[in-house]
């Protein structure tokens, strides 16, 4: 008997691992077109994925499963030129009036002018969280990785492995985290010309049309969402679940310094500091240890 039970919990355990761990190779497997599929396209092997933006349509794509923790990455090449009004769009979310959601956005601007890095943290549907930077480098002239970092500590984005932004746990005193819904993986390509270069002043110039941004080896190593019952078990301190493991838990002291390199030299505006938006009542977070 007792030697049954060890053969089931091993099976289980292992089980979990596979779960928790697996990674997403390309594509087709993993992702689809939710809108504008017409004029995108998944190229090669499956490990690298065309959105077009046209007067016609943008597009985008979907993750078919939900995860809740772990680690969300893109090698993405963005819209080169004149891509002023145009939105790519890289996020993770829940769905509902209630919905969680971690975004990168990326915003177009005139030719010659750095695009901007948009994030935003939405918890039970309360979003205004907007942090924005200027990168160090043309995301338009090759790929780059952009990771989303997420456990029950806290959320990191990350640039080609550098931390520009970290959103820390603080639930016990009353502020929302990301941590009881599962979120898929969102991107697009979009109009937004309203509101995305200089506050919608400059409008996208459709003679530079079709424009284009390129994706290349999506990989999720998460821990699949499961409905309710995955809120424990993706969270629960095993090796299965890599993403609870003490050294991630906090930034290195190495990556805290480059998280203040990024912020002190190409952070453009954080809503912590924006008093006049606010009237003065400032997110609770702000107050907080964000590193």
Same mark, same amino acid.
């Given at each position: 008997m007792a030697g049954s039970r060890a053969l089931f919990m091993a099976v289980f355990v292992f089980a979990i691992a596979f779960q928790s761990s697996m990674v997403f190779a390309n594509f087709p497997k993993s992702m689809y077109f939710n809108w504008g599929a017409q004029h995108s396209s998944i190229l090669g092997n499956g490990d690298d994925l065309r959105l077009v933006l046209d007067q016609t349509s943008g597009s985008g794509i979907q993750s078919k499963r939900a995860f809740l923790f772990g680690?969300?990455?893109?090698?993405?090449?963005?819209?080169?030129?004149?891509?002023?009004?145009? @939105?790519?769009? #890289?996020?993770? /979310?829940?769905t509902g009036a209630k919905h969680d959601e971690i975004d990168f956005e990326f915003l177009g601007n005139s030719t010659g002018e750095p695009y901007t890095v948009h994030t935003n943290i939405f918890t039970q549907g309360q979003g205004n969280r907007e942090q924005q930077f200027k990168l160090w480098f043309d995301p338009s002239a090759d790929y780059h990785n952009?990771?989303?970092?997420?456990?029950?500590?806290? @959320?990191?984005? #990350?640039?080609? /492995?550098?931390?520009?932004?970290?959103?820390?746990?603080?639930?016990?005193?009353?502020?929302?985290?990301?941590?009881?819904?599962?979120m898929r993986v969102y991107s697009s390509l979009w109009n937004a010309d309203n509101w995305a270069t200089r506050g919608g002043l400059v409008k996208i110039d459709w003679t530079a049309a079709p424009f284009v941004a390129n994706y290349r080896r999506f990989r999720a190593r998460a821990c699949k969402w499961n409905g309710p019952v995955s809120i424990s078990q993706c969270a629960i301190p095993t090796p299965a679940n890599w993403w609870t493991s003490p050294i991630y838990r906090q930034l290195s002291n190495g990556q805290q310094g480059q998280l203040k390199w990024v912020r002190d030299n190409y952070m453009i505006y954080n809503y912590c500091t924006d008093f006049k938006r606010f009237n003065g009542q400032m997110a609770p977070e702000c107050s907080k240890p964000q590193i």
């Amino acid at each position: 008997m007792a030697g049954s039970r060890a053969l089931f919990m091993a099976v289980f355990v292992f089980a979990i691992a596979f779960q928790s761990s697996m990674v997403f190779a390309n594509f087709p497997k993993s992702m689809y077109f939710n809108w504008g599929a017409q004029h995108s396209s998944i190229l090669g092997n499956g490990d690298d994925l065309r959105l077009v933006l046209d007067q016609t349509s943008g597009s985008g794509i979907q993750s078919k499963r939900a995860f809740l923790f772990g680690s969300i990455e893109m090698l993405i090449k963005l819209v080169p030129g004149n891509s002023a009004g145009t @939105v790519t769009a #890289y996020y993770l /979310s829940s769905t509902g009036a209630k919905h969680d959601e971690i975004d990168f956005e990326f915003l177009g601007n005139s030719t010659g002018e750095p695009y901007t890095v948009h994030t935003n943290i939405f918890t039970q549907g309360q979003g205004n969280r907007e942090q924005q930077f200027k990168l160090w480098f043309d995301p338009s002239a090759d790929y780059h990785n952009y990771t989303i970092h997420w456990n029950p500590s806290e @959320v990191v984005w #990350y640039v080609d /492995s550098m931390p520009i932004r970290v959103f820390r746990n603080y639930v016990s005193e009353g502020i929302g985290y990301p941590n009881q819904q599962g979120m898929r993986v969102y991107s697009s390509l979009w109009n937004a010309d309203n509101w995305a270069t200089r506050g919608g002043l400059v409008k996208i110039d459709w003679t530079a049309a079709p424009f284009v941004a390129n994706y290349r080896r999506f990989r999720a190593r998460a821990c699949k969402w499961n409905g309710p019952v995955s809120i424990s078990q993706c969270a629960i301190p095993t090796p299965a679940n890599w993403w609870t493991s003490p050294i991630y838990r906090q930034l290195s002291n190495g990556q805290q310094g480059q998280l203040k390199w990024v912020r002190d030299n190409y952070m453009i505006y954080n809503y912590c500091t924006d008093f006049k938006r606010f009237n003065g009542q400032m997110a609770p977070e702000c107050s907080k240890p964000q590193i």
